[in-house]
């Protein structure tokens, strides 16, 4: 993936959203591996435009990029603090130039570090142990919209460079999260890591869409299909099936397909694909064509808008 969005897309810094997405949307057109199988390059390069516009879709996410806070993966980046950012905060009251209080304060301050230290003679309480969980993580995992559908595994790089397994079940939606326990911070003393909350962003797919367990698709038939029926390749999750397109179909009819959607969550069953229909006129009208729809329309004229209202 590139470390840089812009140059995935082929946007400048200052695109605006509605030139990112044109530009993620040409690449997919374009590279797609549903469109280009075996293409090794276009795959990679889909791959790229994909995760790229998932990081900058967002106007927040976009921003931290640009601020630097997060790479091109959407993690976190780690930041440096030196000494001088805590001794010089507002809040802390020994930074320098700072008025220490009186005497007694700090001989307060001071008796009671001893007391937790267990020095300062005989009787005194054993060392003060502290314990507290670590700070839980959090970051953004881009996976394709197959891979949602039938669940994967995907490798995430922690800021320690250690690299964890991720699991995605099948049919997550998009902006779950993850839970990976104990690949947090380190807890203190005898406290427990935190955990990594990895959040799923599902990249749009060119062809398919989801709408709960379904899957929906809008398919092209031809001038004589919709006026004569017949059967029509569909593609779906699965692959390619035929279809039955009854005689005389409008745009928008819908065809269902049992069982070809997303599987449910802790079940068996699956979904539906809900196929729309669209008439596709052709690209030229022949005379032959022409011809024929004049005689036709003679004999055989009918008011496709009756009963609209005025």
Same mark, same amino acid.
């Given at each position: 993936?590139?470390?840089?969005?812009?140059?995935?897309?082929?946007?400048?810094?200052?695109?605006?959203?509605?030139?990112?997405?044109?530009?993620?949307?040409?690449?997919?057109?374009?590279?797609?591996?549903?469109?280009?199988? &075996?293409?090794? =390059?276009?795959?990679?390069?889909?791959?790229?435009?994909?995760?790229?516009?998932?990081?900058?879709?967002?106007?927040?996410?976009?921003?931290?990029? #640009?601020?630097?806070?997060?790479?091109?993966?959407?993690?976190?980046?780690?930041?440096?603090?030196?000494?001088?950012?805590?001794?010089?905060?507002?809040?802390?009251?020994?930074?320098?130039?700072?008025? $220490? &209080?009186? !005497?007694?304060?700090?001989?307060?301050?001071?008796? =009671?570090?001893?007391?937790?230290?267990?020095? @300062?003679?005989?009787?005194?309480?054993?060392?003060?142990?502290?314990?507290?969980?670590?700070?839980?993580?959090?970051?953004?995992? !881009?996976?394709?919209?197959?891979?949602?559908?039938?669940?994967?595994?995907?490798?995430?790089?922690?800021?320690?460079?250690?690299?964890?397994?991720?699991?995605?079940?099948?049919? *997550?939606?998009? &902006? !779950?999260?993850?839970?990976?326990? &104990?690949? @947090?911070?380190?807890?203190?003393?005898?406290?427990?890591?935190?955990?990594?909350?990895?959040?799923?962003?599902?990249?749009?797919?060119?062809? $398919?869409?989801?709408?709960? #367990?379904?899957?929906?698709?809008?398919?092209?038939?031809?001038?004589?299909?919709? *006026?004569?029926?017949?059967?029509?390749?569909?593609?779906?999750?699965?692959?390619?099936?035929?279809?039955?397109?009854?005689?005389?179909?409008?745009?928008?009819?819908?065809?269902?397909?049992?069982?070809?959607?997303?599987?449910?969550?802790?079940?068996? #069953?699956? @979904?539906?694909?809900?196929?729309?229909?669209?008439?596709?006129?052709?690209? =030229?009208? #022949?005379?032959?064509?022409? !011809?024929?729809?004049?005689?036709?329309?003679?004999?055989?004229?009918?008011?496709?808008?009756?009963?609209?209202?005025?």
């Amino acid at each position: 993936m590139s470390d840089d969005p812009y140059s995935a897309l082929g946007v400048s810094k200052d695109a605006s959203d509605g030139e990112i997405k044109k530009a993620y949307r040409r690449i997919a057109k374009e590279c797609h591996p549903d469109l280009k199988p &075996g293409d090794a =390059e276009a795959e990679e390069r889909f791959k790229s435009a994909a995760a790229a516009y998932d990081l900058l879709k967002d106007a927040e996410t976009r921003a931290r990029f #640009d601020r630097g806070e997060i790479d091109a993966s959407g993690q976190e980046k780690p930041q440096q603090h030196y000494y001088r950012d805590y001794a010089e905060a507002a809040g802390n009251p020994y930074r320098s130039g700072s008025n $220490f &209080g009186d !005497q007694s304060d700090m001989s307060d301050i001071f008796s =009671e570090f001893m007391r937790g230290r267990g020095q @300062g003679g005989f009787g005194q309480r054993e060392p003060y142990e502290f314990h507290a969980p670590g700070r839980n993580r959090q970051y953004t995992l !881009q996976i394709s919209f197959l891979d949602a559908v039938y669940g994967a595994s995907q490798k995430l790089t922690l800021p320690d460079g250690d690299r964890v397994e991720v699991k995605i079940p099948a049919g *997550i939606t998009d &902006g !779950q999260t993850i839970r990976l326990r &104990g690949k @947090g911070d380190p807890g203190m003393g005898e406290g427990a890591p935190g955990d990594a909350l990895v959040s799923v962003s599902v990249a749009p797919h060119p062809l $398919f869409q989801r709408e709960g #367990d379904d899957i929906r698709i809008s398919l092209p038939i031809s001038l004589d299909e919709a *006026i004569l029926g017949g059967k029509v390749p569909a593609p779906t999750i699965d692959g390619k099936v035929n279809v039955s397109v009854p005689p005389g179909t409008s745009s928008g009819r819908t065809l269902r397909l049992r069982g070809k959607g997303v599987r449910k969550r802790g079940s068996s #069953d699956r @979904g539906d694909q809900l196929i729309e229909l669209t008439v596709v006129m052709p690209k =030229e009208i #022949d005379k032959d064509l022409k !011809q024929f729809m004049e005689t036709w329309r003679d004999a055989h004229s009918y008011d496709p808008r009756a009963g609209m209202p005025s």
